[in-house]
């Protein structure tokens, strides 16, 4: 599952964007289509979900869609901004 890190503020809109990385203080801008893709991948669960969407909107093909997608959201992942891993699970104990 893909998702922003808990130091990624996002400023979105349709017409760009900027994820602001906290631990640097840097602001990391996005072109208009960047930011959809952003907030479509933060709106799915997966990232065919996201590339549908995604699709639909530009009116792409679904591979066409699928490689802007995973660019976006591969170099979040490399800048640090965004991660695919699923968050950890954590245990609950019980009080007896």
């Not at 976006?72 to 245990?91: E, I, M, N, Q, W």
Request: glycine content about 8%.
């Amino acid at each position: 599952m893909w998702r922003l890190r808990e130091n990624a503020h996002p400023v979105l809109t349709t017409e760009g964007g900027a994820i602001l990385d906290e631990r640097t203080g840097r602001w990391a801008h996005l072109s208009p289509t960047a930011a959809a893709a952003v907030m479509s991948l933060c709106a799915s669960t997966t990232r065919e979900q996201a590339a549908g969407q995604y699709a639909e909107r530009y009116g792409l093909t679904g591979d066409q869609a699928m490689t802007d997608v995973a660019a976006v959201a591969d170099a979040l992942d490399t800048a640090g901004l965004a991660t695919c891993a699923t968050p950890a699970r954590r245990l609950r104990r019980w009080r007896r």
